[in-house]
Nanobody, 118 residues
Framework: QVQLVESGGGLVQPGGSLRLSCVVSGIDFGHYDMSWYRQGPEKERELVAFITTGGETIYVDSVKGRFSIFRHHAKKTVYLQMDRLRQQDTAVYYC????????????WGQGTQVTVSS
């Protein structure tokens, strides 16, 4: 059974930091590109950050310089370090796994809520 389990969300003040984690099981983690998406209130789901099996990264412009995605292969975990958070970052954050060669093979986590508010 494939599972992607996110954690680390919560309530934080503007300017604060959070680290999200996504633990993966049931698939060969090393063969999957990983990404974080988010869906804010009344917004469409959007890609936030992406990391390949080899560690190459891509970020949406709005988070460049503030967020960092990285992965730990032995722990089968992908992280999203979020610094200098803004109210606009409030959303449910989802972890996604895409097979590096068979792109149609993908799995999603259940999401974790991040709320940035004073």
């Amino acid at each position: 059974q494939v599972q992607l389990v996110e954690s680390g969300g919560g309530l934080v003040q503007p300017g604060g930091s959070l680290r999200l984690s996504c633990v993966v099981s049931g698939i060969d983690f090393g063969h999957y590109d990983m990404s974080w998406y988010r869906q804010g209130p009344e917004k469409e789901r959007e890609l936030v950050a992406f990391i390949t099996t080899g560690g190459e990264t891509i970020y949406v412009d709005s988070v460049k310089g503030r967020f960092s995605i990285f992965r730990h292969h032995a722990k089968k975990t992908v992280y999203l370090q979020m610094d200098r958070l803004r109210q606009q970052d409030t959303a449910v954050y989802y972890c996604k796994a895409n097979h590096a060669t068979s792109r149609r093979v993908e799995f999603w986590g259940q999401g974790t809520q991040v709320t940035v508010s004073s």
